[in-house]
């Protein structure tokens, strides 16, 4: 799902694997493990994508770079 985001491009949820990715205007992708559906629900709503995404799930999820 593309966001109206400064730094975030897109963001895409496995509900059944539980895994958010999270594509940067930059270029970069990273994968996030044992995401619920909430959070992303909560990720999608959030006034500002980018502040959600550094307070809420960057750091607290295992993660890894992808492409």
Same mark, same amino acid.
């Given at each position: 799902?593309?966001?109206?985001?400064?730094?975030? /491009?897109?963001?895409?949820?496995?509900?059944?694997?539980?895994?958010?990715?999270?594509?940067? +205007? /930059? !270029?970069?992708?990273?994968?996030?493990?044992?995401?619920? !559906? /909430?959070?992303?629900?909560?990720?999608?709503?959030?006034?500002?994508? !980018?502040?959600?995404? +550094?307070?809420?799930?960057?750091? /607290?999820?295992? +993660?890894?770079? !992808?492409?």
């Amino acid at each position: 799902m593309e966001l109206n985001s400064t730094s975030i /491009k897109s963001v895409e949820h496995d509900a059944q694997a539980k895994v958010l990715t999270v594509r940067f +205007h /930059k !270029g970069g992708v990273w994968h996030y493990d044992g995401v619920e !559906g /909430k959070t992303y629900r909560e990720l999608l709503a959030a006034p500002s994508a !980018g502040a959600h995404y +550094h307070r809420f799930i960057r750091g /607290k999820y295992p +993660h890894r770079q !992808g492409e």
